[in-house]
């Protein structure tokens, strides 16, 4: 039973710990962990596999376990400038921790879903890693609208270009690229005309 409150204790904290990548760029109210995994969960599961040939559960499943490292070793940004390698090596390690929290066909199926993630080695695997970049990029689109700094969040769009691998989540880009560059010229044409 302690294993159980244990991992359950895991998973408050990637509730209650905000994206440091918001935080740091002073976001009001940031995204938890829990609240990017979810949103890329929903999106997984619902996506139309007409347009993307994947399975649904399994990619589902793969965004919720992407990021539950994180509930040990926290969110590391790029400006924490921790090597790659040292990165993996402390989240598979943490991995290894939650997967000795979990009944044994549970926890191997959650170590083998974040390896697949790390590998990026079937469709699934590609596709969730580019709704982990979408979701971050329209999560940025989102609060540049609701904190008024159009554009101001622009080194997050810079960091995914030309870098998704499916066609499909390289057309929800393009469409948020579209209606990003559009809000923001209607919003200099707001702040030009309030000049006068």
């Known amino acids: 039973m302690e294993s159980f409150f244990a991992f359950a204790g895991l998973l408050k904290s990637l509730k209650t710990t905000k994206r440091r990548g918001w935080i740091l760029r002073n976001v009001q109210q940031p995204e938890s962990i829990a609240d990017h995994m979810y949103r890329m969960a929903m999106l997984a599961l619902t996506v139309d596999t007409a347009k993307c040939p994947v399975n649904r559960e399994h990619c589902a499943k793969m ?3 992407h ?5 040990i070793v926290g969110d590391i940004a790029p400006c924490d400038n921790v ?7 402390r989240e598979l390690e943490a991995m290894g921790t939650i997967q000795n929290l979990l009944p044994k066909e ?3 199926e959650v170590m083998a879903l974040f390896q697949e993630y790390e590998a990026a080695s079937t469709d699934e695997a590609k596709f969730v890693k580019d709704l982990d970049k979408f979701d971050m990029v329209l999560q940025a689109y989102e609060y540049e609208q609701a904190d008024s700094r159009p554009g ?3 080194e997050f769009f810079d960091s995914v270009e030309g870098r998704f691998q499916t066609t499909l ?3 929800w880009a393009e469409e948020l690229h579209i209606k990003r560059q559009d809000w ?3 919003q200099s ?3 030009e005309a309030e000049k006068q």
């Open 152 to 154: 101001g969040l622009q």
């Open 83 to 89: 090597p790659k390698a040292e990165k993996q090596r």
């Open 67 to 71: 990021d539950l490292a994180e509930s």
């Open 169 to 171: 989540v390289k057309q």
């Open 106 to 108: 549970a926890g191997e």
């Open 63 to 65: 965004a919720l376990v």
């Open 189 to 191: 044409r707001v702040d």
């Open 184 to 186: 923001i010229h209607c």
